[in-house]
């Protein structure tokens, strides 16, 4: 337990109107940018706008790329360094949920090595990026405080980390982005970011410092249970939302996530279950198996406290009452996708060689057959 590596090199700035008040941290990063966002949103809950009005305050050139899909494809994110390869670019702005600040990261790579074959982003590991800026508008992935980028890889057919470390610089928290996310999209975010905590938080991996942002994360979300349920989200539960996903992504840069990510990216690829969802679906089952069979009970138990819950099926009742699962999956889908966890190395390492064939499927089983 005291022996460990606690690194995180992101600063973080959080307030209403942080963008617009520091502009000048956009200035310390050069002199033209690319901002990567989707389709829509960014547009509509002002964090695309004051980003460009720091941009022009400071006299820093811009492109946009305002095509990041959900769940980005490699392929997306070449048409976007195609698209800007040519350009100079000394920084990306990553803008909006995990998939276009995960797109950031990969392309900051790839702007960085102009000449690799991009799809070695999955293969060769530590290649240099330039720099990015995370402003996150959903609470949940925590990607602004991770090194990781998530993306699809359709050659392998799922989605998996690419194999960099690229911590953004800066990441830059306004809760007034969040307001008016639709509320199944809070909903799914928000347990995106539960399951980090849970999975930083019984991971092998986790340390003294991962343990207690973990529980803090635990007690922020806490305050936020019971407008989940209700659907009903003041400025104060979105701002403790949005610090439970920062805090639970530093959770997971130190200790990683686990099963339930890992068994999700199939429910993701192939059966287009948001991440969040895929995560939450999993959780009671996943939890019931560390308690029963890991050496887990005494973390399981002060999950289940900093939560306010009995036990473990007081928890499931939450995630049913928000998460309705509607999924319908074959088991003998279910078998294929426990046999490619089961090759998953990186995810099953962080519960020490305890997890056999058999608990993946029971854990499938147990979350998905209606
Ligand atoms: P997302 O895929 O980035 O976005 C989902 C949807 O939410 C999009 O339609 C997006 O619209 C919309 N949206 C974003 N912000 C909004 C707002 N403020 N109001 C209304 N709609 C908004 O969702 P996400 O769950 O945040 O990210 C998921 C991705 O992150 C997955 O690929 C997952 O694997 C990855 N992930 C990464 C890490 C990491 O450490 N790198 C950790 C966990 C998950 P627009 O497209 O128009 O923007
Ligand atoms: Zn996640």
């Known amino acids: 337990m005291n022996k460990f590596h606690y690194f995180m090199p992101t600063e973080i700035l959080c307030n209403q109107d942080v963008v617009r008040e520091n502009s000048i941290i956009f200035k310390s990063l050069g002199n033209k940018a690319?901002?990567?966002?989707?389709?829509?949103?960014?547009?509509?809950?002002?964090?695309?706008?004051?980003t460009i009005y720091s941009l022009e305050k400071e006299n820093i050139e811009y492109i946009v790329f305002d095509s990041v899909e959900e769940n980005p494809t490699?392929?997306?994110?070449?048409?976007?360094?195609?698209?800007?390869?040519?350009?100079q670019i000394d920084f990306i702005i990553g803008i909006g949920g995990g998939s276009p600040i995960d797109a950031s990261k990969a392309l900051a790579i790839l702007l960085k090595n102009p000449d690799m074959d991009p799809y070695e982003i999955f293969e060769i590991s530590n290649l240099?990026?330039?720099?990015?800026?995370?402003?996150?508008?959903?609470?949940?992935?925590g990607t602004e405080t991770t090194p990781y980028a998530i993306l699809t890889d359709n050659r392998v057919g799922t989605k998996r980390n690419f194999n960099q470390k690229v911590f953004p610089k800066y990441a830059l928290l306004d809760p007034s982005y969040l307001i008016g996310t639709p509320d199944e999209i809070t909903i799914n975010t928000a347990i995106?970011?539960?399951?980090?905590?849970?999975?930083g938080y019984l991971s092998v991996d986790a340390n003294l410092f991962s343990d207690f942002t973990a529980e803090k994360g635990f007690d922020l979300f806490n305050d936020c249970v019971d407008s989940l349920i209700a659907n009903d989200f003041p400025y104060a539960i979105r701002e403790r939302i949005m610090l439970a996903s920062t805090l639970a992504g530093v959770v997971i840069s130190q200790a990683g996530t686990s099963l339930p990510h890992g068994m999700?990216?199939?429910?993701?690829?192939?059966?287009?279950?948001?991440?969040?969802?895929?995560?939450?679906?999993?959780?009671?089952?996943?939890l019931n198996f560390c308690y029963e069979n890991l050496n887990l009970r005494s973390k399981v138990e002060t999950i289940l406290d900093l939560l306010e819950f009995d036990t473990i099926d007081q928890?499931?009742?939450?995630?049913?009452?928000i998460m309705p699962n509607n999924c319908n999956i074959s088991e003998s889908d279910l078998r294929k996708y426990t046999l490619s966890m089961m090759k998953n190395e990186g995810k099953l390492k962080k519960h020490e060689g305890l997890v056999e064939e058999k608990?993946?499927?029971?854990?499938?089983?147990?979350?998905l057959t209606l």
């Open 128 to 141: 240099d990026s330039i720099p990015v800026v995370a402003i996150p508008t959903t609470a949940g992935t």
């Open 359 to 367: 608990d993946i499927y029971e854990i499938y089983i147990n979350s």
């Open 34 to 50: 690319c901002i990567m966002t989707g389709a829509n949103s960014s547009k509509k809950n002002g964090s695309l706008n004051d």
């Open 74 to 87: 490699l392929e997306n994110i070449i048409n976007a360094f195609n698209r800007v390869k040519e350009e």
């Open 315 to 321: 928890f499931g009742q939450f995630i049913k009452q």
């Open 264 to 286: 999700g990216y199939p429910l993701t690829y192939h059966h287009k279950i948001p991440h969040g969802k895929a995560n939450g679906l999993l959780l009671k089952a996943y």
């Open 192 to 199: 995106d970011a539960l399951s980090h905590l849970i999975e």
